[in-house]
Structure formats: structure tokens, C-alpha cells
């Protein structure tokens, strides 16, 4: 049985560059080891300040390299950078086996969802962030059989916005709350949760469990890790 966890954890210098423009979202596409020291990180960024958040990156110190990939696409703008390695912990999760399977950087932390290969591996890398002193909320425990996950499975925020959107009445005719409520709500731009809720739907639909089925077992209290609390 493998693990699955969705957690976030503060990063306050990648933080600090997206302080000026809170509406932007940076999901990653992409993370990989140009060598032992740097790392290659594809993104979407998403919001509406795509000016000033170039001129954060390329006023970091720890960011270089910064090259827009692609031209604004329905509110999106897909970046590559490079950056340390010793800035992440990257190491520290692709040593324990650990694989990202989402990841979302704002101003208010990383959220991210892994795949450890068991609760111990996870366990070390929630101490590894400790003694780091990143602060660390866990959000989401879920053992998994051995198979390759379902990419399907909805994300918690999909998860959240998606059942928010239902008893809203966003798919009532006519409709009882608009998008940019929804985003108020969720302290996100429109575009994000227009996107949000877009692959919340294709997940759900595509993974059958809005009928409520679902092979996974969930861990009952998410806070616990290996028997403590995070």
C-alpha cells in the first residue's frame, strides 16, 4: 500500500515574490534535476498581473533563467525557471521515493499532493520540513492499493469548490451565485476557479465517483502522521 498526502508548506522566500500580486497561482507543470545543484521548473501562471510577476522573478535572487514558453491562453501564461535545488526540498522527497503528483505555489504556501511508497517515507519528509523549519499543515491522508493511481482523483481544493459550486446553486437554471462568488469565497481569482471547477468536473466524471464509490481507503484523521499529530 502506497500513500497519497496533500499538505502545504510555507516557503517564504518563494513566497515573498508573489507578496505583490496575491491573485497569481503558479501550477506546476513540471520539476526536474538539471544537476545535483539546479533544478528546471515548468509552470502555469494564472491570474492577471503577468507584468509584475516577471519582474518578481527576474528580481529574485534565487531565480534564474526566467522564460515565458508560451503567449497568455485563456488567462494563462506557461513559464520555465531555474533555480537551487538547496532552495527546495525536492531531494529530500525524491530520495524517500516520493513523486508530486500536483503542486500550487501562492503567496500563502506550496500546496502539494504526493505519492510516498509508504506512511514511514512520509513521516521523514514531514520531519525533514520540520527541522527545515517550514511550517507543514497537513490536509490529506489516503492509502492506495499498489496500482498506479487514477489521475483522475480529484484534489481537495477541486473537491471543495466542486461541492461548494453544487450546493450554491452555480449549476441551477438560472443560476443562484456567479463564478467571481465562488472565487470571493475561495479567496482566489475567477480564472482559478473557473479552472478549478473545469478539472474538478473532468476528474469526476472521468474517475466515476460522483457516485460515491471509490476503492481508496481514507485515513480517518488526516492530522496524524505515523501515529503522532502533524
Known amino acids: 500500500m502506497s500513500l497519497v498526502a496533500e499538505f502545504t508548506v510555507r516557503l517564504p522566500r518563494f513566497e515573498g515574490v508573489l507578496g505583490g500580486v496575491p491573485d497569481m497561482e503558479?501550477?506546476?507543470?513540471?520539476?526536474?534535476?538539471?544537476?545535483p545543484e539546479t533544478l528546471s521548473v515548468t509552470f502555469w501562471a494564472d491570474g492577471n498581473d503577468f507584468g509584475a510577476l516577471e519582474t518578481g522573478l527576474g528580481e529574485a535572487s534565487m531565480i534564474h533563467d526566467v522564460q515565458p514558453l508560451s503567449d497568455r491562453v485563456d488567462g494563462r501564461k506557461l513559464y520555465q525557471i531555474r533555480?537551487?535545488?538547496?532552495?527546495?526540498?525536492y531531494w529530500a522527497w525524491t530520495d524517500l521515493g516520493g513523486v508530486?503528483?500536483?503542486?500550487t505555489l501562492s503567496h500563502t504556501g506550496m500546496w502539494m499532493r504526493m505519492r510516498y511508497p509508504d506512511r514511514e517515507a512520509f513521516s521523514e519528509y514531514h520531519d525533514h520540513c520540520q527541522a527545515r523549519g517550514c511550517s507543514f499543515e497537513l490536509t490529506g491522508l489516503k492509502c492506495t492499493d499498489d496500482a498506479p493511481e487514477d489521475a483522475h482523483d480529484l484534489t481537495a481544493p477541486q473537491?471543495?469548490?466542486?461541492?461548494a459550486a453544487v450546493d450554491k446553486g452555480y449549476f441551477d437554471v438560472p443560476r443562484r451565485i456567479t463564478m467571481g462568488d465562488l472565487a470571493s469565497e475561495f479567496d482566489i481569482s475567477t480564472q482559478a476557479a473557473s479552472e478549478r471547477l473545469?478539472?474538478?468536473?473532468?476528474?469526476?466524471?472521468?474517475?466515476?465517483?460522483l457516485d460515491g464509490s471509490t476503492s481508496n481507503e481514507t485515513i480517518d484523521h488526516p492530522n496524524v502522521i505515523g501515529g503522532r499529530r502533524a
Open 100 to 103: 508530486l503528483l500536483d503542486g
Open 26 to 35: 503558479l501550477v506546476i507543470e513540471g520539476m526536474t534535476a538539471c544537476d
Open 159 to 163: 473537491t471543495e469548490l466542486l461541492a
Open 198 to 209: 473545469r478539472r474538478g468536473l473532468s476528474n469526476a466524471l472521468q474517475n466515476s465517483i
Open 83 to 89: 533555480l537551487p535545488a538547496a532552495t527546495t526540498t
